[in-house]
């Protein structure tokens, strides 16, 4: 039959070279991994490394990456250990293919835009653009011009003031910035932006773990985790990983779950893919890791329905209420409830008016499986929740975190050692720029501090967001596009219709280290301002320079890029940023001195963000400082009420209508957010390409497929239907009625308009698709594909999400 994938023993074409529009014909598929890192993955690091960077510059990146006095991986947010417990190798598999990716030896010069016009770049894929090399000088798109071309520096940052000078209102520009900025990077930037008059300051966080923060800040009055790396290694008892992948999106976070299981922690996944992350962990820094048995992570996995976390989280505060109230006193923490929360009766309602046969449909597992997991929680004294983005993706994302916290209360699991809610940040300083203020809705109080400080009145008006922002550009009430870091294109949802509200915009602004697609969706004229890496020296006229991030674990410190610049005219994002301030508005706030100086900058966040006292004589410490947090720190929790809340949270679920099933999207193993290393997802069997559908053996049956088949993913939403045409099938173990391919490619599937309550993230862990023969498919197997769909009904259906 057409469309079938090549098996592993035909010819390979050399991966490495231009892709045709059959990017994938030559995939390979083999069984998924059970197991992670090992042996193979520090050949994979190594393979990558030395072909970017090279033997020289490539193992001195990695060998001063994540130590005291090196830089900070540019990769996952996740924590360091102490600086006596580090490892001459800290870094994963994936830190060191994304410090290759930036320390490459390759570079996108003036001559390479003359030889390539906007057009032929567009019909390149992401993964060949960011392969090309490092951005070199200053590049501007003139109106009406195929070719990018070269522009001094002081003429493209006069460019740009002159535009954002030229508009009549200052909610016209929108500023973007992704999670790779430094605390003091961003720090600046959010005060050019609010300088201007406007809270337009969409970031990465929007689109990932906003509903975290909402969920977090209105039940503890902290939007953000309230766990440390010692509670994770050193005191919980059960530590449940929920719709996270850690072995490939936080690989370094299995040797703190290691040492906590060897320390005798329970672990239980609740994750819709059985990840290699869960099982055996080969930790490559011992002799065990390497040459032995490995350790099991996973002491329990639960193979939940995609959005089936709301309906399990309530089914299992359900068993442990049954349980308290046939034996009182014995589940709940009843002195933590009564003294520091509120709002518990009407969560007990909900949970007594569950509906079990709902619930076990809505989450894909039964109540047996629910009570055993029951019994890991009565086990253990102190439980900790980690999750990531399987759970922020979705219409009722709030709901469910909120339930999560609802867990956690019921047996005082806040506020002590070994406890608490823990969302893994996904982008290395995406949590730091929040916290200095790179945020569409930053308090009064943070406002208040900014004029303090600076002496004008920032506006107070809520900004757009990242999905109103690209309602904005589309409806055409954007002039200029202003973008430090990321790929906005690609990391949005509705791929066609952001490019064109991308390129509605009059200036559109990217301060950059590679090429991306984002920059060939630009408006009527376009600048790529080319910007130091986290691994590059930095040398300002006040000397040498180090900048600081925060980790998903709320630790602040510093980090020192150590290669020489992959050309002399980059600029670092600070000078890229207090210069443009520079021409736009003089030198009113001082923003010379806080190019030349990085200390300047440091100075003003510790008069203005709470937390950074003594900030220069901290971050200058081998381990840093941590930010407080009042759950954490003092069991206090600093919401209206001054008490922690019980919130109703009853069990919801997107609606699948007969025929169809729910995808979520998914990274890879050889990608980080946008980026795409390679071709090949170790861990999951496949190689050689990335237009793949992953489908219950049964799914497969029910639609008449066959491993391998080719067939076109449709969305269905309310105002219409999107296609990503060309997937080929795979039979994985997911759950029936779901089905998970990865993004970028996937994120054309949804809507704008499909959002998270209260968050307004994009639901792209919950889209309802049904399946389409390509063209490649045989008419038989279109008319049966055709009658499956028509006669099918699907697992699970449920309110509208």
């Known amino acids: 039959m057409a469309g079938r994938l090549r098996r592993e023993h035909e010819p390979d074409r ?6 045709d529009a059959d990017q994938d014909a030559d995939v390979q598929i083999s069984k998924p991994k059970h197991s992670s890192v090992g042996l193979e993955g520090i050949a994979e690091s190594l393979r990558y490394t030395l072909a970017e960077s090279g033997p020289v510059r490539g193992t001195k990146t990695l060998l001063t990456m994540n130590q005291v006095g090196g830089f900070d991986c540019p990769s996952c947010a996740w924590g360091d250990p102490a600086p006596g417990e580090r490892k001459h ?33 567009r019909e390149r894929d992401g993964y060949w653009l960011e392969k090309q090399g490092r951005l070199t000088e200053p590049m501007y798109l003139a109106p009406g011009a195929e070719h990018f071309a070269p522009i001094a520096w002081d003429d493209a940052l006069a460019l740009v003031a002159d535009r954002l000078r030229a508009m009549d209102d200052p909610n016209r520009a929108v500023f973007y910035t992704s999670g790779r900025t430094s605390n003091e990077a961003a720090f600046v930037y959010q005060l050019l932006a609010r300088r201007l008059g406007t809270n337009n300051l969409p970031d990465c966080s929007n689109m990932c773990h906003e509903s975290s923060g909402a969920a977090l800040a209105e039940t503890i009055g902290v939007g953000k985790g309230v766990v440390t790396m010692e509670d994770i290694t050193e005191h919980a008892d059960l530590l449940m990983i929920v719709g996270q992948n850690p072995g490939t999106c936080h690989p370094r976070m299995l040797t703190a779950l290691e040492k906590a299981k060897k320390r005798g922690a329970r672990i239980v996944a609740i994750n819709p893919l059985p990840e290699a992350g869960f099982g055996r ?40 209420l049954d349980r308290e109230e046939a034996a009182p006193g014995t589940v709940f923490d009843h002195d933590f409830i009564d003294h520091s929360c509120d709002g518990f009766e009407a969560a007990r309602d909900t949970w007594r008016a569950l509906d079990w046969q709902r619930a076990e449909e809505l989450s894909g597992l039964s109540r047996r499986v629910i009570e055993k997991c029951a019994d890991e929680v009565m086990a253990a004294d102190s439980v900790i929740v980690c999750w990531a983005m399987g ?5 009722n994302a709030v709901a469910t975190i909120r339930e999560i916290v609802n867990f956690l209360l019921l047996r005082g699991n806040i506020g002590r050692p070994g406890a608490g809610p823990s969302p893994i940040r996904g982008h290395s300083n995406v949590q730091g720029d929040r916290t200095v203020g790179i945020w569409e809705q930053m308090p009064d109080s943070f406002l208040d501090a900014l004029r303090e400080e600076f002496g004008f009145e920032p506006p107070r008006e809520h900004g757009w967001d990242t999905v109103d922002s690209i309602r904005a550009m589309r409806d055409g009430k954007v002039d200029v596009f202003f973008a430090v870091g990321g790929n906005f294109a690609a990391a949005t949802p509705d791929t066609a219709v952001t490019e064109a509200a991308v390129a509605n915009c009059g200036l559109t602004v990217n301060v950059a280290t590679k090429l991306n697609r984002t920059h060939l969706c630009h408006g009527t004229e376009a600048l790529l301002l080319p910007c130091l890496g986290r691994t590059e020296h930095d040398v300002q006229a006040g000397g040498e320079q180090f900048v ?32 443009l301030a520079e021409a736009l508005f003089g030198d009113d706030l001082g923003w010379p001195e806080m190019g030349r100086d990085y200390r300047v900058i440091r100075r003003h966040i510790e008069h203005v963000v709470p937390g950074f ?24 929790f ?19 209508p007969p025929g169809h099933l729910l995808l979520t999207t998914i990274r890879s193993h050889d990608q980080f957010n946008t980026t795409v290393y390679g071709l090949d997802d170790r861990y999951r069997g496949v190689k050689g390409g990335r237009h793949v559908v992953f489908l219950n053996e049964s799914d497969l049956k029910a639609f008449h497929l066959s491993d391998g088949d080719l067939v076109d993913l449709v969305s269905v939403f309310s105002d219409g239907e999107r296609r990503a045409p060309g997937f080929r099938v795979v039979p994985y173990p997911i759950p029936r009625g779901c089905a998970a391919a990865y993004y970028p490619e996937t994120n054309v599937l949804v809507p704008l308009d499909s959002t998270a309550e209260t968050s307004n993230t994009p639901n792209t862990k919950s889209i309802v698709i049904r399946l389409e023969p390509s063209e490649a498919r045989s008419s038989e197997a279109d008319d049966q594909l055709i009658m499956s769909q028509e006669t099918q009904g699907s697992t699970v259906s449920g309110p509208s999400s």
């Open 14 to 19: 050399d991966r490495d070279s231009d892709r």
């Open 89 to 121: 190798a800290e870094f994963c598999e994936n830190g060191a293919k994304a410090v290759a990716w930036e320390a490459t030896r390759k570079r996108v010069d003036r001559e390479f835009f003359a030889a390539h016009s906007v057009a032929d770049l």
């Open 281 to 320: 962990f080969h930790n490559p820094q011992t002799v065990r890791g390497l040459a032995g048995p490995g350790t099991q992570l996973a002491d329990a996995y639960l193979p939940i329905r995609i959005n089936g976390d709301l309906a399990f989280f309530n089914a299992l505060n359900r068993i442990l």
């Open 391 to 395: 759970l922020t993706q979705h219409r």
């Open 548 to 579: 600081t991030v925060e980790d998903s674990l709320a630790m602040v410190h510093a980090s020192r890029g150590r290669l020489m610049p992959g050309s002399p005219e980059l600029r670092s994002e600070i000078r890229i940023l207090t210069d």
């Open 613 to 636: 006292h003594a900030f220069e004589e901290r971050v200058t410490q081998p381990e840093g400082f941590m930010l407080p947090r009042a759950p954490h720190d003092t069991r206090t």
């Open 638 to 656: 600093p919401t209206a009420s001054g008490k922690a809340r019980f919130t109703a949270n009853p069990p919801t679920a997107a609606e699948v």
